[in-house]
Nanobody, 126 residues
Framework: QVQLVESGGGLVQAGGSLRLACAAS????????MAWFRQAPGKEREFVAG??????????DYADSVKGRFTISRDTAKNTMYLQMNSLKPEDTAVYYC?????????????????WGQGTQVNVSS
């Protein structure tokens, strides 16, 4: 059972930056693809960014809405994944979740992720 804990959310003005972190309870880099999802009030949970398992060819995937602004990374020594968010917009306001799936490649579909964190709130003011 992999446990995931997010941190780093908060309130920021439009144009600002935040870095989210997702700490895993065990080594995940070589066996699990991981991703960030977000859910705004009244909306479906949506894919934001993902990284494949390191035993796979390391691929990074991004939703079109965040390409060029967000960067996903993972520190295998710390069992931690990050999401650097720059040029934030009010429409980025959501609860951000990290997730892990028992497969090597990234999926855009939330139902294919087995493990989830509790979420961290990001609020971007205009």
């Amino acid at each position: 059972q992999v446990q995931l804990v997010e941190s780093g959310g908060g309130l920021v003005q439009a144009g600002g930056s935040l870095r989210l972190a997702c700490a895993a309870s065990e080594r995940t880099a070589s066996r699990y693809a991981m991703a960030w999802f977000r859910q705004a009030p009244g909306k479906e949970r949506e894919f934001v960014a993902g990284v494949s398992a390191s035993s796979y060819s390391t691929d990074f995937d991004y939703a079109d809405s965040v390409k060029g602004r967000f960067t996903i990374s993972r520190d295998t020594a710390k069992n931690t994944m990050y999401l650097q968010m720059n040029s934030l917009k009010p429409e980025d306001t959501a609860v951000y979740y990290c997730a892990a799936r028992t497969a090597l490649s990234v999926s855009y579909y939330r139902y294919e992720y087995r493990y989830w964190g509790q979420g961290t709130q990001v609020n971007v003011s205009s």
